[in-house]
Structure formats: C-alpha cells, structure tokens
C-alpha cells in the first residue's frame, strides 16, 4: 500500500503530474494507491482542480482507493491569515466553503489504506457550510483583530464554478466546526 498525500499547492499543481508518473513507474503494478484529492472538482474549471482529476485518472488505472476532501481548517485560515495583512480582509463574494479538520481526514484515510482498494469513495467534508465572509468573520474575531471584510466578485467561469459551491457540496462527516478549531489554534 501507498499512501499518495503530497501536493504541489503554491504552484498551483505544476509538478503533482510528474510525481504521479514518478511513483506509477516505480511502484509495483499491484500496490494500493492511496490518495487524497479535493471535492468537487468534476468540470471545475480552476486549473489546479484540472491537475487532480488528471491524477486521479492516472491513479485509477492502478489498485486504488481515492479520497476527495474538502478544504482543511488550517489551509482556510492560513488564507485569512495572509489576507487580514492590509486595512480589510478581501474575500471572493458568497463563495460557499465546508472546512474540515484535517486530523479527520487523516483519521479516514488511515482506515481505508489498512483495508482493500475501494476505487473513489464517498467525499469528505467537515459539518457546515458556510459563505467565506462569515468564516472570515469568525477568524477575526478568535484573532481579536478588527477589519472590515470585502466580498469582491470573483469574475468568469473560476467565480461561478465557486459561488456555485460544488466544491462544498459533500456529505458531511467531519466534527470540528472552523469555530471549534479556531479556539483550539492558540494552545
């Protein structure tokens, strides 16, 4: 069994190909292939989402069980974080997000890795949806910092295909709420 969970993120996915070909060549035809990937990005047009169906499809000509996650709680606060730097915190306009706690994602895909190649399993989310301007919101807030939040649109098919919010639209197992985990982030 292998576990596939790295990403090439600040380069928007640049060389996650190359190491998908890297570790199918390398790997044994048999192996389990474990791998993590993000919700919601069937006919997405946002090219680092085009990169993991890509991936994805690698990966399934091999045994494997595929995971898609919705945003971490940490990856949605290290974005406030950088932008709370300046006078307002810009956020994309009634874009829906579900964080979820990476621990529970990590959590399933330790239980699916000790068992047998389930191909694509069900999506994983955490427990609310919520539009970003609140998130923002709630992150101010637990930081004790005041700044007006802006929701700028977000133009073009990117900008819809995010207000349309299919990439918040999953099941919702994770427990940690994004409140829950901003309470916690300062222990």
């Known amino acids: 069994m292998i576990l596939h969970l790295a990403s090439d993120t600040r380069r928007m996915g640049r060389d996650d190909l190359r190491q998908?070909?890297?570790?199918?060549?390398?790997?044994?035809?048999?192996?389990?292939?474990?791998?993590?990937?993000?919700?919601g990005i069937d006919g997405h047009?946002?090219?680092?989402?085009?990169?993991k169906r890509e991936a994805e499809r690698l990966i399934a000509a091999r045994p494997h069980t595929i995971l898609r996650a919705t945003q971490w709680h940490g990856f949605v606060a290290g974005f406030f974080d950088l932008a709370s730097?300046?006078?307002a915190l810009v956020v994309p306009a009634r874009t829906p997000v579900t964080p979820v706690a990476a621990e529970e994602v990590a959590t399933r895909l330790a239980g699916l890795a000790?068992?047998?190649p389930r191909g694509r399993v069900a999506d994983f989310?955490?427990?609310?949806?919520?539009?970003?301007?609140?998130?923002?919101?709630?992150?101010l807030a637990a930081a004790g910092r005041r700044r007006p939040v802006l929701g700028v649109p977000v133009?073009?098919?990117?900008?819809?295909a995010f207000r349309e919010g299919a990439h918040a639209a999953v099941p919702h197992a994770g427990r940690t709420t994004f409140a829950e985990y901003l309470a916690g982030r300062g222990r």
């Open 125 to 139: 989310g955490g427990p609310e949806t919520l539009d970003v301007a609140v998130l923002a919101r709630a992150y």
């Open 45 to 51: 047009p946002y090219p680092y989402f085009r990169v």
């Open 85 to 87: 730097k300046g006078p």
């Open 155 to 160: 133009p073009g098919r990117i900008g819809r």
């Open 20 to 39: 998908v070909r890297t570790l199918l060549a390398t790997a044994r035809p048999d192996a389990h292939l474990v791998y993590i990937s993000i919700a």
């Open 114 to 116: 000790q068992g047998p």
